[in-house]
């Protein structure tokens, strides 16, 4: 079964990477065998880039970025991390452009089939958690509706509050098949083992969070969720101007790049399509 699964993963177009080291198999001290996963959730033409910093500097200007998700896979579970863009946009002749003309949104493919190319089915995951609750991280979040969600407390009071269901009717109807609620009140180790810790970044939205992952690679990993959106962002510390709050925001980069640098750990900025074909690369050796 495990050679027809990889094999599988070779032929597909995701990427993977087994991190068990068989040769630890007889210490007491075995690392748990994590694998990770990076998917695609959908591509997005960002037509007024300007929207994505306090000031003019991106006037005129547009930007094609991606839509990551990814699947770990731990021995007490897997976690789904973000659900891309809608579903919905999958099929569709043309890319959406939404009314405002801001964004052109794409989604190629499923998350069911893209987890079948893994040998995977969404009853095989024990959790879902998403950086936050904007339209193109929440697309297929309702498919897990027998998983556990992890959710900031803060972040699930806002999107799901009586007004926020009248007022961003999308962003809630893509949540609200989610039943199972862990609501988290900061960091959150997923399996109690220090490999999979979820970190409260706030500001992009009120209960935004980042992903960390010590997984037996050469450097443990971290996921920006939508903390930057591309690498100018993060060298000039801009935050886009829809935040929910600017300056909470740029207090949780100063906490992650602290963080990043007290792990030594390989930054993924998770709409960067260069960090995508990077992590893509990386799962491969
Ligand atoms: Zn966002």
Same mark, same amino acid.
């Given at each position: ?124 995951? =024990? ?7 904007? &339209?193109?991280?929440?697309?297929? /979040? $309702? !498919? @897990? ?104 925001? =740029? ?7 602290? &963080?990043?640098?007290?792990?030594? /750990? $390989? !930054? @993924? ?17």
């Amino acid at each position: 079964m495990k050679k027809i699964i990889l094999l599988l993963i070779g032929l597909s177009i995701i990427s993977c990477k087994d991190t068990k080291k068989d040769e630890d198999a007889s210490n007491n001290d075995v690392p748990p065998k994590i694998t990770l996963h990076v998917l695609d959730g959908g591509k997005i033409v960002a037509n007024k880039l300007d929207l994505f910093s306090e000031d003019t500097t991106y006037t005129g200007q547009s930007k094609i970025l991606a839509d990551a998700f990814y699947v770990i896979q731990h021995p007490k579970g897997n976690l789904m991390w973000d659900g891309g863009l809608p579903e919905n946009l999958v099929g569709m002749p043309e890319p959406f452009t939404d009314p405002s003309g801001a964004f052109t949104v794409s989604r190629k493919d499923s998350v069911v089939n893209q987890l079948k190319a893994i040998g995977l089915t969404v009853e095989d995951f =024990k959790y879902i958690a998403l950086s936050h609750s904007h &339209f193109d991280h929440v697309g297929h /979040a $309702n !498919v @897990f509706k027998n998983s556990t969600w992890l959710v900031q407390e803060n972040e699930y009071d806002f999107f799901t509050n009586d007004s926020a269901q009248i007022k961003q009717p999308d962003i809630y109807n893509a949540i609200k098949e989610l039943k199972n609620v862990q609501k988290l009140n900061g960091d959150h180790d997923v399996f109690g083992d220090g490999t999979v810790v979820i970190k409260t970044m706030p500001g992009h939205t009120i209960g935004h969070q980042v992903l960390y992952l010590n997984i037996g690679l050469e450097k443990p990993i971290l996921l920006t969720g939508d903390l930057y959106h591309f690498d100018e962002n993060r060298t000039y510390k801009r935050a886009p101007m829809f935040n929910y709050d600017i300056p909470m925001t =740029k207090k949780s980069m100063e906490a992650f790049e602290a &963080f990043a640098k007290e792990k030594n /750990a $390989n !930054v @993924f900025i998770q709409h960067s399509q260069e960090d995508f074909d990077r992590l893509q690369t990386l799962l491969k050796k």
